[in-house]
């Protein structure tokens, strides 16, 4: 394998046929597991305080929720872009127009806060999803290069550095909400900024595979892909999965607060909530390489359905401390699972396309759940929000358990 240098760039290069050096391996990892850490911070950021300044700046309560689902729409609409770009230009080109709309996000939400505008908020908050649609392509991107039979940890590491990111994002609301009188929580969102230029330099360094002529505009269709049994459970799992995820965080805070438990009680709680999504991603690679990704999308499923449990028994700290913590691992084993059939489940030169469908199938389904959850927590409160996580978690069950059966009949994929 050579790497092939551009005159333009200063950037090595290599075709994506080749699986690429342990050491390029091993850099990208590294590059991509810190800028996850970084980037992460963005969607904390906006769910610590999303709903709160919602609730501030909206004309109407009900509508306090709404930042984080525009934030949850743009992640929806920017993932086929963003893929189309990468496709196109690489990787890298798509991971530093995510870390600009990253910056974007800082800048935009600190003027909205100091103007009162909500609807500028929201708009700032959208930015937040097209930067969080393209590091949702970081899991994809550690396992390009890398042998088949590494793919499952490769990808399970990188969001592994979510959990810096689980303290980075919260401990940043907690110091900055205050810095900038009486303009609670600009500070914290010019520090966002700061760090999503931060992730910029990092992902700069990243060696990714160029994209051939095949992958640009090769494959089967869509329509033949999708059609796959395996494809189907990857993404009604992947889609449950973190629908529930989202669902559940977005009210969680707010419910907090109606509660009478504090804003700070409310970062602690959302800091192990992402914690526990990411810190299993070390191992949850290793699991899936041993026992298969069903078996651990059916401990991920199972464990968001005891959070819920357990959120029905109180609403003291310590439930909704434990609910956010058994989300978290739930959906680690849940997304991740589902991800590594995502990877079952294309050729090679069909990766970019498949990979950002399937993110655009999960990401636009559980924008209707960010929707939902602020609506039914205003009419109902938090008990309706739980009990109304069971019906998906059914389908998600259903789904996996038919194809357990299908490919123990035919021990062949799709």
């Known amino acids: 394998m050579r790497p092939i240098v551009s005159a333009a760039s200063s950037v090595h290069q290599i075709d994506s046929s080749d699986v690429l050096s342990d050491r390029d391996q091993r850099g990208n990892i590294v590059r991509l597991t810190v800028a996850q850490a970084l980037a992460g911070a963005n969607a904390v950021v906006v769910y610590a305080t999303g709903a709160i300044i919602g609730n501030m700046l909206a004309p109407d309560k009900a509508l306090a929720t709404l930042p984080i689902s525009i934030f949850v729409v743009g992640m929806a609409a920017c993932i086929l872009p963003s893929g189309a770009i990468a496709r196109r230009y690489g990787r890298r080109a798509a991971f530093l127009a995510g870390t600009g709309c990253g910056v974007l996000v800082g800048l935009i939400a600190a003027l909205a806060v100091m103007l009162g505008s909500f609807w500028l908020f929201c708009l700032a908050t959208f930015f937040g999803g097209a930067y969080a649609a393209v590091v949702l392509s970081f899991r994809f991107a550690a396992a390009d290069g890398v042998a088949p039979a590494k793919r499952a940890r490769a990808l399970s590491f990188v969001m592994g550095g979510g959990v810096v990111a689980g303290v980075i994002g919260p401990q940043l609301v907690t110091y900055t909400m205050h810095l900038l009188p009486p303009n609670m929580f600009v500070a914290t969102y010019l520090a966002q900024a700061v760090v999503a230029a931060l992730s910029a330099l990092v ?44 669902f559940l965080m977005t009210a969680a805070p707010l419910a907090m607060q ?82 590594a059939m995502v990877l079952e489940s294309h050729r090679p030169n ?65």
């Not at 109902?380 to 998600?396: E, K, N």
């Open 203 to 246: 992902l700069w360094g990243v060696r990714l595979p160029v994209p051939t002529a095949a992958e640009s505009h090769g494959g089967r269709p869509l329509s033949v892909i999708l059609r796959q049994p395996r494809f189907v459970t990857a993404v009604v799992c992947g889609v449950v999965s973190y629908l529930l995820m989202n």
């Open 258 to 339: 109606m509660c009478g438990l504090s804003q700070e009680s409310a970062n602690l709680g959302l800091q192990w909530h992402v914690i526990a999504m990411y810190a299993p991603s070390f191992f949850t690679g290793r699991l899936i390489t041993r026992f298969g990704a069903g078996p651990v999308v059916s401990l991920g499923l199972l464990l968001i359905a005891i959070a819920a449990a357990v959120g029905l028994t109180g609403i003291d700290i310590a439930h909704f401390w434990a609910t956010l913590a058994l989300l978290g691992v739930g959906w680690n084993f849940g997304f991740i699972g589902a991800s």
């Open 350 to 414: 069909e990766k970019t396309r498949v990979q950002s469908f399937n993110d655009f199938i999960v990401f636009g389904t559980m924008a209707i759940g960010s929707f939902a959850s602020g609506g039914l927590l205003s009419a109902y409160g938090w008990s309706t929000v739980l009990m109304v996580s069971f019906f998906p978690l059914a389908v998600a069950v259903v789904v996996l358990g038919r194809s357990a059966l299908m490919r123990r009949r035919v021990p062949v994929d799709a």
